[in-house]
């Protein structure tokens, strides 16, 4: 009797093994088909490099853009004590301009 206990033991053992190594192997072809397409060529790289880098580049004049607005908003409404939204008039800057050039 222990013999025919051991033996079951042995085959549900093997047969999860069976079943732990099609999983991994259904696992690991799911990966592979989820992997992006690897650039081929030096061209292929270099457009994606340059695509990125041009990306990188944009954003971070929009905020740079985006940040020098409210600092002077903030600098002429707070620190200044005007109305924020005066700051990004044309007739403020042009009184600027003048007062620069010697005009007024």
């Known amino acids: 009797m222990t013999n025919e206990l051991k033996n079951e033991q042995r085959m549900s053992q093997n047969s999860r093994t069976e079943r732990t190594r099609k999983a991994k192997a259904e696992h690991k072809k799911k990966k592979v088909k989820k992997e992006k397409k690897q650039p081929e060529s030096t061209k292929e790289i270099f457009l994606s490099r340059l695509a990125s880098t041009g990306i990188k580049l944009l ?3 929009i905020i740079i853009i985006f940040v020098a607005i409210i600092g002077l908003m903030i600098g002429f409404g707070v620190i200044g004590e005007g109305n924020p939204v005066d700051a990004l008039k044309w007739e403020t800057w ?5 007062i620069i050039n010697g005009k007024e």
């Open 59 to 61: 954003i971070f004049f």
């Open 94 to 98: 042009q009184h600027i301009l003048d």
